[in-house]
């Protein structure tokens, strides 16, 4: 009995070591049902997160975050820390504008979860380009052409849209993927039961 009590332990204790826990979710979205079995790529995922009410969050962990960061810095001119990048690459996703995103990184951590989530503006009156979703995505789109694999180098565009998002709000983060020729994407859907 104690022979399988120890294995019983080793194994617990494998698991637990071994196991990738998923990142952590910027907004609770409710996706719509589907009968597509297909299952997401495990490497190389951009997952962009569109929520009821319309608000756009940026996930990125394909690629090294603070060199999305820094990338969009250099074209923006945005003025930020080194402490404020080491935050951001330990940021699941963004949601907020650019202008807000200096400050936002300085707020704890901890403090950050209970700040209302308004999501990445997609339609801006201060940016030159349309919406900042496209910066997002050039910055990526950039920092993984550096890489050094065909492999490495694949990105991996996924959309996360919520059943009840208005059709409109998905409709701009569609043609933003394809304003940068990004025409194959995956769109995360829930299995539906089979009767």
């Known amino acids: 009995m104690t022979a399988m009590c120890d294995v019983a332990f080793l194994l617990l204790s494998f698991f637990i070591l071994t196991t990738t826990f998923r990142p952590e979710e910027p907004i609770a979205v409710d996706s719509p049902s589907s009968i597509s079995d297909l299952e997401m790529p495990e490497k190389g995922n951009v997952i962009i997160s569109i929520g ?7 996930a990125v962990d394909a690629i090294d975050r603070e060199a999305v960061l820094k990338a969009i810095a250099g074209e ?11 935050a951001f690459g330990e940021m699941a996703a963004v949601g907020v504008s650019l202008d807000e995103l200096p400050g936002f ?6 403090k950050r979860n209970e700040l209302p989530k308004r999501g990445i503006p997609l ?17 990526s789109t950039a920092v993984a052409r550096t890489k050094a694999t065909r492999e490495e180098r694949r990105l991996n565009f996924t959309v996360k849209g919520d059943g009840g998002a208005k059709y409109d709000r998905i409709k701009t983060v569609i043609s933003t993927l394809q304003d940068f020729n990004i025409n194959s994407f995956n769109l995360i859907t829930s299995l539906e039961r089979k009767k």
Request: net charge positive; aromatic share 8%; no cysteine.
């Open 52 to 58: 009821k009410k319309g608000e756009v969050f940026y």
């Open 76 to 86: 923006t001119g945005l003025p930020l820390s080194n402490k404020q990048i080491q």
């Open 105 to 110: 990184l300085d707020i704890e951590k901890s």
């Open 123 to 139: 339609d801006t009156p201060t940016t030159s380009a349309k919406n900042e979703l496209g910066k997002w995505i050039r910055a």
